[in-house]
């Protein structure tokens, strides 16, 4: 399976400054995901990244809060814009294993806005 | 309108004990389902694919029944390790590949 090295692992940052946030995957892969987990919630995606496109996001999340790079297909970044402490969360990106194994996931980026 | 919806935690069980999750799943044109193990300040990793055909890894058994929309997760004679959050998940597949976690059961084994 595909080894992503995610970083940074945390960061405590002040409100309206950005983060940008770097996952980087061992092997070359089609599509990269980038979710949010907010304490005590679940997993909920923000955006897939085409590697040569542009993401597309889910309901509720925005291209200029969450702009995203995919410069090639092992590397991909999210930005968090303007924070406010309504973003502090926990950030992953993801990629799949292969067609029903599963996906795996980065460490995490565990974001404070103070 | 939850989608994936797991057993409210948390489950507090002795070693030695066996456990079963339930999730039920809302969205008939899922297709791929999964069962992933979430550790304390942790990423989720992937514990086991479920098939309909139900499948077996060691202490481990899912089992899929796509008529009720229904997963489970058994797992036999537990042990301190298995203390987690456990979470179902589902994929739409089609193109889509979005997965859509329940919101994860906490499973707490004791000495």
């Known amino acids: 399976s595909a080894v992503i090295s995610q970083k940074p692992s945390r960061d405590i940052c002040q409100r309206g400054t950005s983060l940008t946030i770097q996952c980087q995957v061992d092997?070359?892969?089609?599509?990269m995901f980038w979710y949010r987990q907010q304490p005590g919630q679940s997993l909920t995606l923000i955006a897939t990244?085409?590697?040569?496109?542009?993401?597309?996001?889910e309901s509720g999340f925005v291209i200029d809060k969450f702009p995203i790079s995919r410069p090639n297909l092992t590397f991909s970044t999210l930005t968090v814009s303007n924070m406010s402490p309504e973003d502090s969360s926990i950030y992953l990106c993801?990629?799949?294993?292969?067609?029903?194994?599963?996906?795996?996931f980065g460490s995490g980026t565990r974001l404070t806005v103070v | 309108r939850k989608e994936v919806e797991q057993d409210p935690g948390p489950f507090n069980v002795p070693e030695g004990a066996t456990v079963a999750f339930n999730c039920t799943y809302s969205?008939?044109?899922?297709?791929?389902f999964f069962w992933y193990r979430q550790d304390c300040r942790k990423e989720p990793k992937l514990l086991m694919s479920?098939?309909?055909s139900g499948n077996e890894d060691g202490r481990f058994t899912a089992q899929l029944n796509r008529a009720s929309q229904y997963i489970s997760l058994l797992i036999r004679d537990s042990k301190l390790s298995d203390s987690a959050t456990y979470l179902c998940?589902?994929?739409?597949?089609?193109?889509?590949?979005?997965?859509?976690f329940g919101k994860g059961t906490k499973l707490s084994v004791i000495p």
């Open positions: 993801s990629v799949e294993v292969g067609t029903h194994y599963g996906y795996t």
């Open positions: 092997s070359q892969v089609t599509m």
């Open positions: 990244a085409n590697q040569g496109s542009e993401a597309t996001y």
């Open positions: 969205n008939s044109a899922s297709q791929s």
């Open positions: 479920v098939y309909s």
């Open positions: 998940v589902s994929s739409s597949g089609a193109g889509s590949y979005q997965l859509t």
